[in-house]
T-cell receptor, first 112, second 115 residues
Framework: GQQLNQSPQSMFIQEGEDVSMNCTSSSIFNTWLWYKQDPGEGPVLLIALYKAGELTSNGRLTAQFGITRKDSFLNISASIPSDVGIYFCAGTHRGSNYKLTFGKGTLLTVNP | DAGVTQSPTHLIKTRGQQVTLRCSPK?????VSWYQQALGQGPQFIFQ???????QRGNFPDRFSGHQFPNYSSELNVNALLLGDSALYLC??????????????FGEGSWLTVV
């Protein structure tokens, strides 16, 4: 099935560093969402974006909905060890608000 | 306020067998979707149920079927299991009247291993 192009595939950083990851698609998305998944658990929603150009923050997390509606990025500032996990981007097309298309994920490792 | 609950959490089946996974949506939600997440991949949409009917379906064979009950809970059935069906199966619930993405909640999933 279709998946979004998410990069990087993995990141290994030092505690306190900033992190950036992004997703691109060949098709337009109506909504962009960013999830975090810890081992053995389901995805937990971090940020939801609904309008092209929208920039939204949630604590140390900031995400933007690309102007072309074909891309989005997620930034994490001043990383801490509990940021470790897999981050997924997901999108919905117009008329399919319950069908999420996911990226393959970015594995983030934070070295204390 | 209970979140999305799924059962069982883990199970092992043999090729050719059938499996049933269960999901109770978050309190107040009326729509349930099922996703398959293979190891190292993002979740893939299987189908969505609302008002006890399948409303949308992803690219999965007919071996994958589901049901939604009057209390909004749902079952995912997979027949004639293949080794490739081994995955984490996620249930997500939402409220149809709220069509924005921030109302989609996931359960912790059911790990299925086919041997």
């Amino acid at each position: 099935g279709q998946q979004l192009n998410q990069s990087p595939q993995s990141m290994f950083i030092q505690e306190g560093e900033d992190v950036s990851m992004n997703c691109t698609s060949s098709s337009i998305f109506n909504t962009w969402l960013w999830y975090k998944q810890d081992p053995g658990e389901g995805p937990v929603l971090l940020i939801a974006l609904y309008k092209a150009g929208e920039l939204t923050s949630n604590g140390r997390l900031t995400a933007q909905f690309g102007i072309t509606r074909k891309d989005s990025f997620l930034n994490i500032s001043a990383s801490i060890p509990s940021d470790v996990g897999i981050y997924f981007c997901a999108g919905t097309h117009r008329g399919s608000n319950y069908k999420l298309t996911f990226g393959k994920g970015t594995l983030l490792t934070v070295n204390p | 306020d209970a979140g999305v609950t799924q059962s069982p959490t883990h199970l092992i089946k043999t090729r050719g067998q059938q499996v049933t996974l269960r999901c109770s949506p978050k309190s107040g939600h009326d729509t349930v979707s099922w996703y398959q997440q293979a190891l190292g991949q993002g979740p893939q949409f299987i189908f969505q149920y609302y008002e006890e009917e399948e409303r949308q379906r992803g690219n999965f064979p007919d071996r994958f079927s589901g049901h939604q009950f009057p209390n909004y809970s749902s079952e995912l059935n997979v027949n004639a299991l293949l080794l490739g069906d081994s995955a984490l199966y996620l249930c997500a619930s939402s409220l149809v009247q709220q069509v924005s993405g921030n109302t989609i909640y996931f359960g912790e999933g059911s790990w299925l291993t086919v041997v």
